[in-house]
């Protein structure tokens, strides 16, 4: 197999993340079409089913690439902070490494706010980000209380998320302040 071969998929699910994030900063998410997202990201329908099946499915693509940038700058330079600072590292590196997309967050979450089966399904995705941003700060997320500690994590983080969609402030003191009172 190829080099280009082997990162055709990739570069592929990438131009479908980048070209739904650029349709929601400009238009409203029920309004985008899979048809609509293909043809920006110039990929055929069938190669867009085969690496996605729906535009949420496009939403958890864009989560692990945010979750990937976060793990890869994650160091062991916390690891004698107490976990409150552990955690507020990292999900304010993970607010930072969304900014890119921070208009077509904001567009998608006010479209999906009164959507219960969207929300639902965007809480699975929530969880499984934050599994693995605790796990970098140090956050033991297994046994009796790791379910009650990853929901919760993942509140912290949709009520800190709000705040941080209207922040516009580049030191994003609002968005930190309202992080570290929900911790």
Same mark, same amino acid.
């Given at each position: 197999m190829t080099a280009q071969a082997s990162t055709a998929p990739t570069d592929k699910r990438k131009a479908i993340i980048e $070209?739904?994030?650029?349709? #929601? $900063?400009?238009?409203?998410?029920h309004e985008i079409e899979i048809t609509d997202i293909a043809k920006a990201a110039n990929v055929s329908l069938a190669e867009?089913?085969?690496l996605f099946p729906s535009k949420g499915a496009v939403l958890g693509g864009l989560s692990r =690439? =945010? !979750?990937k940038q976060v793990l890869e700058g994650t160091t062991d330079d916390l690891a004698g902070e107490p976990a409150r600072e552990r955690i507020f590292d990292v999900l304010m590196r993970r607010f930072d490494a969304m900014q890119p997309y921070k208009e077509a967050?904001?567009?998608i979450s006010q479209d999906l706010q009164y959507d219960p089966v969207s929300l639902a #399904?965007?809480?699975?995705? #929530?969880l499984n980000s934050q599994r693995f941003m605790l796990a970098a700060a140090g956050i033991n997320t297994e046994g009796p209380?790791?379910?009650?500690?990853l929901q919760g994590a993942v509140l912290v983080y949709a009520n800190s998320m709000r705040t941080w969609?209207? !922040? !516009?402030?580049?030191?994003?003191?609002?968005?930190? #302040?309202r992080l570290d009172?929900?911790?």
């Amino acid at each position: 197999m190829t080099a280009q071969a082997s990162t055709a998929p990739t570069d592929k699910r990438k131009a479908i993340i980048e $070209a739904l994030m650029d349709l #929601a $900063a400009r238009r409203s998410w029920h309004e985008i079409e899979i048809t609509d997202i293909a043809k920006a990201a110039n990929v055929s329908l069938a190669e867009f089913r085969d690496l996605f099946p729906s535009k949420g499915a496009v939403l958890g693509g864009l989560s692990r =690439i =945010i !979750d990937k940038q976060v793990l890869e700058g994650t160091t062991d330079d916390l690891a004698g902070e107490p976990a409150r600072e552990r955690i507020f590292d990292v999900l304010m590196r993970r607010f930072d490494a969304m900014q890119p997309y921070k208009e077509a967050l904001r567009r998608i979450s006010q479209d999906l706010q009164y959507d219960p089966v969207s929300l639902a #399904a965007l809480n699975q995705v #929530a969880l499984n980000s934050q599994r693995f941003m605790l796990a970098a700060a140090g956050i033991n997320t297994e046994g009796p209380l790791g379910t009650l500690k990853l929901q919760g994590a993942v509140l912290v983080y949709a009520n800190s998320m709000r705040t941080w969609l209207e !922040d !516009d402030d580049p030191a994003q003191a609002r968005t930190m #302040a309202r992080l570290d009172r929900e911790l």
